[in-house]
């Protein structure tokens, strides 16, 4: 059974980097699969951040692209999140997600909270 | 941009069918799932590729697919159904969520 985990600072400054890392058991992110990132804000809805294939190609959502990087750490078994240049509009519970393009997320870590303020 | 579209809220009463809708132009040329989220919880997939249930999702959960809507079905409704419900598809390789819809089990 595939299990993720978030991990990193809760806290971050603004115009400064977002990074987490998703830690995955039961399975090898080398072996297969798309491994993402969703947020969501307080009180709101989802919204995807992006994709890494398990060959290492990536998918942003075009309104984030310019400020994500998604890259995968097989020696670690983990794939990571870092976001630039951050706002309070950045502030969001991230979840790190087994994805398979153009199909489902499944399944979802259990959320980090990250919040944007000096 | 694509977008989709769900009403931000449903009841229904214990015991009887809810159904949870989510539009967008030509939804039904495109493969959509749900997400169940109960509150503090990490989202859970109840239906993929339109009408497929993975396993663990009760029976009472299906899905359909047609034209500008797809629609979330909930029989025989429980008040353990009660959470936020989420649509989700993708477009030009960008996955897309609906705003979601709070199903309230009266």
């Known amino acids: 059974q595939v299990q993720l985990q978030e991990s990193g600072p809760g806290l971050v400054k603004p115009s400064e980097t977002l990074s987490l890392i998703c830690t995955v058991s039961?399975?090898?992110?080398?072996?297969?699969?798309?491994w993402g990132w969703i947020r969501q804000p307080p009180g709101k809805g989802l919204e995807w951040i992006g994709n890494?294939?398990?060959?290492?190609?990536?998918y942003y959502n075009p309104s984030l692209k310019s400020r994500v990087t998604i890259s995968l750490d097989t020696s670690r078994n983990q794939f990571s999140l870092r976001l630039t240049s951050v706002t309070a509009a950045d502030t969001a519970l991230y979840y790190c997600?087994?994805?398979?393009?153009?199909?489902?997320?499944?399944?979802w870590g259990q959320g980090t909270l990250v919040t944007v303020s000096s | 941009s694509f977008e989709v579209t769900q009403p931000p809220s449903v009841s229904v009463s214990p015991g009887q069918t809810a159904s949870i809708s989510c539009s967008g132009d030509?939804?039904?040329?495109?493969?959509v799932c749900w997400y169940q989220q109960k509150p503090g919880q990490s989202p859970v997939l109840v239906i993929y590729?339109?009408?497929k249930r993975p396993s663990g999702i009760p029976e009472r959960f299906s899905g359909s697919n047609s034209g500008n809507t797809a629609t979330l079905t909930i029989s025989r409704t429980q008040a353990l159904d009660e959470a936020d419900y989420y649509c989700?598809?993708?477009?030009?390789?960008?996955?897309?969520f609906g705003g979601g819809t709070k199903l309230t089990v009266l």
């Open positions: 997600v087994q994805s398979l393009q153009d199909d489902r997320f499944d399944p």
């Open positions: 039961g399975y090898s992110i080398s072996s297969g699969y798309y």
């Open positions: 890494v294939f398990h060959g290492g190609s990536t």
């Open positions: 030509k939804l039904g040329e495109k493969f």
């Open positions: 590729q339109d009408t």
């Open positions: 989700q598809t993708w477009d030009s390789s960008t996955a897309l």
